[in-house]
């Protein structure tokens, strides 16, 4: 075995090579992702995949998420729908900056 094969590497996706690149080179110095949500429904899996990428990539490079809720569609947000993607987000195990 050579030196390479002795300790097994994690695999990167796409992203996070970029992330580890723009990391190491300097381009960016810190990890900023956010989820904005548009408070008028609840939220399906699709969101809930988004919720762990974005959180997921912040904690794992030690940056911050921003939660900031859209206002594209007045008429049809509710407050009902800001706190049940609050409790959503703390439910998958996430807090925000």
């Given amino acids: 075995m050579t030196k390479d094969t002795d300790t097994p590497r994690e695999s990167l996706n796409f992203i996070e090579q970029i992330i580890e690149e ?3 080179t300097g381009k960016h110095k810190t990890i900023l992702t956010r989820f904005p949500p548009e ?16 959180f997921g990539l912040a904690l794992k490079y030690g940056g911050k998420t921003n939660l900031r809720f859209d206002d594209t569609n007045p008429e049809k947000e509710d407050t009902e729908y800001i706190n049940s993607i609050i409790e959503d987000i703390k439910w998958l195990g996430f807090q925000w900056d």
């Avoid at 408070?39 to 974005?54: D, E, M, V």
């Fill in 22 to 24: 723009d990391l190491k």
């Fill in 39 to 54: 408070p008028n429904g609840y939220l399906h899996i699709g969101h809930a995949k988004s919720i762990c990428l974005n």
